[in-house]
């Protein structure tokens, strides 16, 4: 069956990969469904919450509004790839240690993509202020942590000195 | 997810030659897709009437911000996040740098293009003020023919536009002749992100020793599609600005501004808003920061 189909080929989290897929199947679906790379979530499905954002070619993208064939050769980054290897003992990525440090996952729906869009932030605003982090997250909805946990756990992460720092609140509860 | 992928097809050529080709060949047949940020809502939904598919995306010919002596071009396919990204946009365009970062979020703005925020024609386009105040110009191209027409001239209706079924719109020119113009531009939404308007307004002026020599009003969410207010330039224009001028605009503003109730906003709500943007600019050239 899937014969028919175009093979799109991307680099996903730094590895080249193959699918057979309609062209117009969601690159969310295929990361989820085809690459089995369910970290990405689906929220609203139309591009207004953020749940599904991914990077593509450096910038960050809803996956639910991408059909599969535009992503054709395109290098895609998603939460699994945010920390190099992610194994007991690994370490996670900054942002990931912040958010647990600062109370800024609660439910979980959201993460993924608040971790991506802040990770773009960074990229583009290594020390950003306050209203910096509103504007680079604001298509990314939580309904748990009323946001303010979030912004601050992205603010620490910002913040080199303060790894430490965060480990250790971390442990500490 | 309603929409069902293995229905539509997809094909990318990656040149614009061959996108036009396709679209000459089988005119009608092919619905261009660019950013998605619209049809792939649509998709979604299973409500895409679009059996066949030609994607922009990637078409390097449509993606760029160029300046001639006289206009900044902008290819159709540039993103909202190339033109905040652009020096010539931010510094000579500020109306637009500024429509862009309120499209949606960071990652919508990185997806849609300018070229498709226009064909799609909402009555609440975020960067149709912008183009209307600058007095754009809209370039399409079809494999057997380009043209310009005015951008207050592309939107014929609600969702209906100047381009036949083979054409493309390819660029929008900026005239850079705003330098010494007073410029004005603000939405109302619900949010200050990823808000669809209730209102936006946006104005330039030239004025010469306090009388409004050249004035361009555009808005949107004011009709049935973004449209330049002429009958309440008309009656701003060549006159010296006083309060009572101010009376004068926010009376014809009223009386041309055909806005409807729907889930957003209501009609009564959005004249009186449009109202007092444009009374707002006019304080603005009045010199007076708020009104007195």
Not at chain 1, 115 to 137: K, N, S, V, W
Not at chain 2, 222 to 229: D, E, G, S, V
Request: glycine content about 8%.
């Amino acid at each position: 069956m899937s014969a028919r189909w175009p093979t799109i080929r991307m680099i996903v989290n730094g590895e080249q990969r193959g699918i057979q897929a309609p062209p117009m199947k969601r690159l969310l679906d295929v990361l989820r469904q085809d690459l089995h790379l369910t970290g990405t979530k689906e929220g609203c499905g139309e591009g207004e919450c953020g749940s599904c954002s991914v990077r593509m070619n450096g910038e960050l993208v809803n996956s639910c509004l991408i059909p599969v064939l535009q992503a054709q050769g395109a290098e895609i980054q998603t939460v699994e790839g945010l920390a190099p290897k992610l194994e007991p003992g690994g370490t996670l990525h900054p942002l990931q240690e912040a958010f647990l440090a600062c109370g800024g996952a609660q439910c979980g729906i959201c993460t993924p993509g608040m971790l991506m869009a802040a990770a773009q932030l960074l990229e583009t605003h290594p020390r950003p202020t306050l209203a910096e982090i509103r504007e680079g997250l604001a298509g990314n909805l939580c309904r748990c942590t009323g946001f303010m946990r979030i912004f601050e756990s992205v603010l620490a992460a910002s913040t080199q000195a303060s790894q430490p720092a965060l480990r250790q609140a971390h442990h500490a509860r | 997810m309603r929409g069902n992928p293995e229905t539509h097809e997809l094909v990318a050529p990656g040149s614009l030659a061959a996108v036009l080709h396709l679209m000459a060949v089988e005119p009608g047949a092919w619905t261009p897709i660019a950013g998605g940020t619209e049809l792939m809502v649509a998709h979604a939904a299973g409500r895409l009437n679009a059996p066949k598919l030609v994607s922009l995306w990637g078409v390097p010919e449509l993606r760029f911000v160029h300046a001639t002596d006289e206009s900044i071009v902008v290819g159709a396919g540039a993103t909202f996040a190339d033109l905040r990204r652009s020096a010539l946009i931010t510094e000579e365009l500020p109306l637009l740098a500024k429509a862009a970062s309120w499209i949606g979020s960071i990652a919508n703005q990185s997806r849609a293009t300018l070229g498709g925020n226009l064909v799609n024609g909402s009555p609440a386009a975020d960067s149709s003020p912008a183009l209307l105040v600058y007095d754009a110009e809209i370039e399409i191209i079809s494999a057997r023919d380009s043209r310009r027409i005015p951008y207050h001239k592309f939107h014929t209706g609600y969702k209906r536009n100047a381009l036949a079924v083979d054409e493309l719109l390819y660029a929008v020119h900026l005239p850079r002749r705003f330098g010494h113009h007073r410029q004005y531009l603000r939405k109302v939404g619900t949010r200050r992100a990823m808000a669809i308007s209730k209102v936006a307004l946006g104005a330039t002026a030239f004025i010469e020793t306090g009388v409004i020599r050249e004035i361009r009003l555009g808005a949107a969410s004011l009709a049935a599609f973004p449209t330049r207010l002429h009958r309440t330039e008309d009656a701003l224009l060549n006159k010296p600005i006083t309060n009572d001028l101010i009376q004068t605009g926010r009376n014809a503003i009223l009386t041309e501004a055909l806005p409807i109730d729907d889930i957003r906003s209501t009609a009564e709500y959005r004249r009186r808003v449009a109202a007092n943007l444009l009374e707002e600019f006019l304080f603005e050239l009045l010199g007076v920061e708020k009104r007195p």
